[in-house]
């Protein structure tokens, strides 16, 4: 099998925070990979901006070594690397400084810009959101510029609706690219290959054959040094409102006319739409909010947040309900959470039981069929199926899988690429498929905030659950009131 590469056209690539985490883990080896698969020419330009007192030199040493640090060995070559550092630059600017954005602006009005792609990449704190997007824009930098813009989208429903004002001030919605990592691995977009290129699986994707979906987001790390943010934030706005609900929604949306934006976006849109709306006691009997405890190893959530009284979730279990034609009747199950058993994040179909099974006297009984998709550590999709035991002495039967690991079955030396390699580069191509629109972020915020807001007027503390393990208890109650199990952490 052998893989395509495209290049992209020239670009420029502004990241504000250039010298944050995310860029150090996430961008700059995203581009690197990107640079040595031969997808960005070598006329693109990489533009480091922050208010860390570097010049380029200096800079260009900061893109190595966390390169170095990010990157497989296998792929670590001096001469490419060293040319991937000769497109990087980079702009001192203190965003809240008038006088920084005249430098900043005159700086970049003296270079060629000429059928460019022109990208300014927002990987800061949401505070700064807005003296960027108002300096870009009272200097003209925004005219057809795109903009992409990292997470937090809001911490409600009232704030993500007043940053699509601030955001659609300077840009159109074409031209704004809200990103979720998820969206961008590989098994995401596979799932809507299943659905929408086979005709063996969009039949049976309904309430009448699927019993339930499970989408699990485990974690075995703490807050990883984001304690102020998580300990303000939670679960439920760290994960459930945005990764969780995409997922939830590529795997119960309708098909649409087309592989485009607006039309993936649009059948999206109705799923957030169609979830049952919870509020008061509806919360109590379909919610857990759940905290870690300490153990030999680790500190408690309330030790490393260094809050004793916090009443913040570092668990999140949901009982969703779709209220459509298509889904009526199946429960999608929905949990993540920090210091769980091991790193994990899977979506798991599991289809009802054959209607009258025929083995009722062996002592395998049948179980019933899942197609599992593995987001993490091991992009994968496993379907579990029934199948005679080998050998003789009669009937004997025993589940087994069927392997679509994606790295085995291709060229060997295909490298799965990371999920911020496509979405960086379909800024630049001007796809916005895996990317959020703003009626999406704020459906979202619609159906999560009455939880939020009943968790709080009730006054009760998270459960607990030991570090390290499956989650509280209240979790595995939660389902098996439908007679379902949550599929292990493992």
Not at 25 to 40: C, E, H, T, V
Not at 380 to 404: F, V, Y
Not at 433 to 442: A, I, K, N, P, S
Request: glycine share 6%; net charge negative.
């Amino acid at each position: 099998m052998t893989h395509k590469i495209i290049p992209v056209p020239a670009f420029d690539y502004f990241v504000f925070g250039a010298t944050g985490d995310l860029a150090q883990r996430k961008l700059l080896p995203a581009l690197y990979y990107r640079f040595i698969d031969g997808q960005i020419p070598q006329s693109a330009r990489v533009i480091g901006c922050s208010r860390s007192k570097l010049d380029t030199p200096g800079y260009r040493q900061l893109a190595a070594n966390a390169i170095r640090d990010q990157v497989k060995p296998d792929y670590l070559d001096a001469k490419l690397l060293e040319d991937f550092l000769s497109i990087i630059s980079y702009q001192k600017i203190d965003v809240s400084d008038p006088e920084s954005w005249c430098s900043f602006a005159s700086v970049i009005e003296q270079t060629d810009q000429t059928n460019r792609v022109i990208v300014f990449y927002l990987s800061v704190a949401p505070s700064l959101f807005m003296p960027i997007i108002n300096g870009l824009k009272q200097h003209n930098l925004h005219n057809n510029a795109r903009l992409v813009v990292e997470k937090p989208l809001g911490l409600d429903l009232e704030s993500a609706k007043n940053l699509n004002t601030i955001l659609l001030d300077a840009f159109e919605e074409d031209r704004i690219y809200r990103i979720d990592h998820y969206l961008g691995k590989e098994t995401v977009q596979n799932l809507m290959a299943l659905r929408f290129a086979n005709s063996l699986f969009e039949p049976l994707w309904n309430s009448r054959y699927i019993a339930n979906v499970q989408i699990t987001a485990a974690e075995s790390i703490g807050m990883g040094g984001r304690e102020e943010y998580y300990d303000k934030s939670g679960a439920m706005r760290d994960m459930v409102q945005n990764h969780l609900l995409q997922l939830l929604c590529l795997s119960a949306m309708e098909p649409p006319i087309s592989y485009d934006a607006n039309g993936i976006r649009d059948e999206k849109l109705k799923v957030l739409r169609s979830l049952q709306p919870y509020s008061g006691s509806d919360v109590g009997r379909n919610t857990v909010r759940g905290q870690y405890l300490s153990n030999d190893r680790h500190l408690s959530y309330q030790q490393e947040a260094k809050n004793p009284n916090s009443t913040t979730e570092s668990y999140v279990a949901i009982n969703v309900g779709i209220n459509n034609w298509r889904w009526s009747g199946t429960p999608f199950y929905l949990r993540t959470g920090k210091r769980l058993r091991t790193n994990m994040t899977e979506i798991s179909f599991e289809f009802r039981h054959v209607p009258h099974s025929i083995f009722g006297g062996l002592d395998t009984p049948t179980k019933p069929n899942a197609m599992v998709i593995r987001l993490q550590p091991d992009e994968r999709i496993d379907l579990e199926i029934m199948t005679k035991e080998p050998g003789p002495g009669g009937m004997r039967l025993r589940q087994s899988i069927l392997d679509a690991t994606f790295d085995s079955k291709t060229n060997q030396s295909f490298r799965m690429p990371r999920a911020y390699e496509r979405l960086l580069l379909d800024v630049v191509r001007g796809d916005q498929t895996l990317f959020m629109r703003g009626d999406e972020v704020e459906a979202a915020w619609a159906w999560v905030d009455p939880i939020i807001e009943a968790w709080q007027a009730s006054g009760e503390a998270p459960e607990t659950y030991e570090a390290l393990s499956q989650g509280p208890a209240g979790a595995f109650e939660l389902i098996a009131q439908a007679g379902h199990r949550w599929r292990t952490i493992q």
